[in-house]
């Protein structure tokens, strides 16, 4: 089956969620069978069903249009990035931005690799206590 660079897309997104086609179409106010053309890669959302995507997805405007050309920025995450991605996603934005400067200061203390062996370090450690 050739689902085209969208559609193959579209189905990753969907399934690193958790969600199915009718989950996306009950979210943008479209019917199934029109998801499942684009997951399938019989049609492309227009201009009007990308932000809509997008939107529902938690995702910028522009990784959907790179989705539409085969691009797909970040797929390639581990299962502890994925992981971690979901738990940043779940938090408050004031939660997020407290997330965002405790890992900048922490680059910035002990640059970049040395904060790479810190996290490390601390993860091994923080596994030895369970």
């Given amino acids: 089956m050739n689902y085209g660079p969208f559609g193959r897309w579209l189905q990753v997104q969907l399934a690193f969620r958790g969600m199915y086609m009718r989950d996306l179409a009950r979210e943008i106010g479209i019917s199934?069978?029109?998801?499942?053309?684009?997951?399938?890669?019989?049609?492309?959302?227009?201009?009007?069903?990308?932000?809509k995507i997008a939107d529902a997805l938690g995702l910028p405007?522009?990784?959907?249009?790179a989705?539409?050309?085969?691009?797909?920025?970040?797929?390639?995450?581990t299962e502890e990035e994925a992981s971690l991605l979901n738990l940043y996603r779940g938090m408050t934005p004031d939660n997020q931005a407290t997330a965002r400067s405790m890992v900048q200061a922490?680059?910035?203390?002990?640059g970049r690799d040395r904060a790479d062996k810190f996290a490390e370090e601390h993860t091994r450690e923080s596994r030895s206590d369970q």
Avoid at 61 to 65: A, K, T
Avoid at 67 to 77: A, K, Q, T, Y
Avoid at 106 to 110: E, S
């Fill in 32 to 51: 199934q069978s029109s998801v499942s053309d684009w997951a399938r890669g019989v049609a492309q959302p227009s201009h009007e069903w990308i932000a």
């Fill in 61 to 65: 405007v522009l990784w959907v249009y």
């Fill in 67 to 77: 989705g539409l050309i085969g691009e797909s920025p970040d797929v390639n995450l």
């Fill in 106 to 110: 922490l680059v910035q203390l002990h």
